[in-house]
Structures are given as C-alpha cells and as structure tokens.
C-alpha cells in the first residue's frame, strides 16, 4: 500500500488542525483517535462554549523549561489568523475577560470547523483506532494499528496531556517520545485546584462557595507571577481563576502569597476608616470583603467585630490589613488530573525543533499540542498553542 506522507496521532485540536492543513497543502494524510468521538477536550472547554484563543497572546503566557522555544509557532501562526478562519466558517463570538474570545452559541461548532477543514484536505480518518506501535523503517514509519499496519513518510504525535483520563487521556505520547530517545520533562496536573491537609483546612470549610477577587503570587526566581483573578474556597482548599493560574507554577512544599484586597491597601483603608467611620469593624471589614470572608478573618486574628472603628488600635488595624495583604498558604497537593485542565512538562523542547516541531533525534517524528513541554496560562492560551504548533508543523512536513 502506498504510505501516507504523514499519520497524525490524536484528532483533538492540534491533531485536527494540523491534518487539515496538511492535507489542504497536498499531503495525503492518515488521522488517527483511539476515542469514540472526536476532540472531546474542545467540545468540554470553556464552559461548553471553547475559549478559543486570547487576543493577547505571547511567549509571556506560557510556561515552560525553555521559554523561548514556543515563540516561533506562535509568530506564525496568531489569534488573528485563527480568528479569521473561525469568521470564514460563520461562527459567532465574543470576548469574555481581557482578551478570551468564546463562541456564542457553542464549542461544537469549532469542532464542525476543524472536520470541515480536513474534509477540504481530503483528510482520512480512522476512529476509534489504537495505534499498538511505532516503528522507524525505511523512508519513514510503521505503525500498528487495531485496523492493521499503516506505512508513513512522517508521523505527527498530537496525543494532548494527561489530564481527564475519562476522556481519552493517556501517557502514549510520552512513551513513544522515550521510545525515541527523547527526555520528558516530568508532567504534573497544572490549572488544577489546590487541596490542604484537613486539619489545617478545618477553620476554613464554613468558607466554601466565597469567592472574590484576590491577587497572587506564586513560583520562584524568573518564574515568580502575579495573578489578579477571583478566588474561590472549597471544602478541600482554594480553586477559581486565580488558584488555577497559581497551580502551573506552584511545586509540592511551596507557599503561595494571596492578597485578599486584590491590590487595594487595606491597612490604609482601615486607618482612614478609623477617623471617620461611625461602623463596627466587621461591618467595616465587609465593604471591602465578602462579609463571610471578613468574620472568619476577625475571628482567627481574635478581633473584636462589633467594635466601633474609632476605638480601635493603630496596631490591631495593621495587623489586620498585613495579615489580609499577606496571606501565606502552604497547599499539600492538588486534585490531580481528573480536575487539572493542562498538563504541565511534557516533551522536552531542546529536542524538538521550534519551527517545525520536528524531533531532532527522528527525522519525520513531530510533536505538537499540549504533549509538548509548553504549558498556557488559563484564557484561550492552550489552544493557541494548539493551533500555532500544528500550523508549524503542517507548514514543514513534506509530500512523498
Ligand atoms: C475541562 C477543560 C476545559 C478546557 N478549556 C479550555 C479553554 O477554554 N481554552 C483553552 O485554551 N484550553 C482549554 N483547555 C485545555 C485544552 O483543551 C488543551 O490544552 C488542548 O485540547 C490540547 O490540544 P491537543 O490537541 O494537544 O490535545 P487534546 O485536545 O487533548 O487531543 C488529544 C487527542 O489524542 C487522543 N489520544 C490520546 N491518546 C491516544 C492514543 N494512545 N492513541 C490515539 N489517540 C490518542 C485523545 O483521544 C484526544 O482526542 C481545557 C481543558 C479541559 C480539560
């Protein structure tokens, strides 16, 4: 049988995108999903209505062991680009929250795009399909697959992250990049909520379901960040934008830095109020913070909350203020890849080659997507990345 010139692995948003466009240049090009259905991270995300890129998109916006290795996918391959497919398609959006743009009516209709796409590529497509093995052989690859052996030029791993084992996640990515020698950056569950050792969350449960909006700041050294995004407590630790955004960069044993007035001086707020203020302190307190929030706060430091605020010490109102601006955290876990949205490590970078995701140690081997050592910031960056890298990708392999 005449070899494809490439078989992409994994019909999720990379895979998807990449086939298409491969297909689109010429290329006859095999798809491949063990899932019963196609790209189920992308039909789940943002709500059900895809965060599909952010409008802001930079190297900034990513984390990973080589910051700079994304930023040549991601110059050729931008949100307008995107943007101006998903409007030839007729699909309807809008921008959230500082640059995410969502679909209005729902994420399926990204997926109708993408298959629309491969269809114009001729794109063949096998699903459910396992691939049992890769091969190195003559002129390119051979794989195993449940509908029988398949010859390639080049192979295109789009096998996504490990998170949501449910729907179709698994490690295959990461072993066939081992299998070829290449090093992976250890994966661990990231845009994930953060849990605490039930004792020491104790005090805090009665506080499930507040949310507000709080500053963070998390990581260390070059990879220290600062977040302004609303946080929201649980009955097992802290979760919402803030904490996801937090968890990509939090290692086990690290505290994390929360302040509770987003920025806002408390401590300044409270001496002023304290000269003209006719209110208790725990009314006081609750003008700035879910009062829910502000009574828990009074009763840890021990504050009276039906004092009047002229009666109260300079001393106390610092405290009060430092201890809201300076909340340390110290989380023991996360909870794991059945809740993380990414998965963070992955395919070392040094390895693969920027502009066309090519393995440097496999000619005709690719990577692209999440099972990369490129991690996003929650808002539409993920699938920015998906994009760019499977453009990149497409853009290099060749026909036979
Ligand atoms: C709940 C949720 C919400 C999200 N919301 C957003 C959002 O709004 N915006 C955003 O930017 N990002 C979002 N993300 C992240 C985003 O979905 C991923 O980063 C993105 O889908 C990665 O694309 P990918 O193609 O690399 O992997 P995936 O889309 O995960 O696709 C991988 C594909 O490979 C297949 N596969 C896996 N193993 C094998 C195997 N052994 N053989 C054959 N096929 C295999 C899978 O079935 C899957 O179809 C969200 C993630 C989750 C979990």
Known sequence: MRPFDAVVIGAGAAGLFCAAQAGQRGLRVLLIDHADKVAEKIRISGGGRCNFTNLDTGPANFLSANPDFCRSALVRCTPADFIALVKRHGIAFHEKHRGQLFCDDSSEQIIAMLLAECAAGSVTRWQP??????????????????????????VVVATGGLSIPKIGATDFGHRLARQFGHRIVEPRPALVPLTFA??????????????????????????????????????????????????????PGEALTIDLGAGQDLAALLREAKAV???????????WLPQRLGDAWLARLQLPADRPMAELRDRDLDGLGRSLAEWQVRPDGTEGY???????????????DSRSLQSRRQPGLHFIGEVVDVTGWLGGYNFQWAWASAAACAAALTAG
């Open 277 to 287: 203020s006719r209110r208790q302190l725990g009314t006081q307190l609750g003008t």
């Open 129 to 154: 399909c396992a691939v049992a093995a890769v091969h190195a052989a003559e002129g390119g690859f051979e794989l195993d697959t449940a509908r029988g052996p398949v010859a390639a030029r080049q």
């Open 338 to 352: 059945r809740k993380a949205e990414v998965t963070a490590g992955g395919v070392d970078t040094r390895e693969l």
């Open 198 to 251: 039930a004792a020491d969350w104790a005090p805090l449960v009665p506080l499930a379901g507040v949310s507000l909006e709080v500053a963070i700041i998390a990581g260390q050294g070059r990879q220290r960040v600062r977040f302004v995004e609303d946080l929201l407590f649980t009955h097992r630790g802290l979760s919402g934008p803030a904490v996801l955004q937090a968890s990509t960069y939090w290692r």
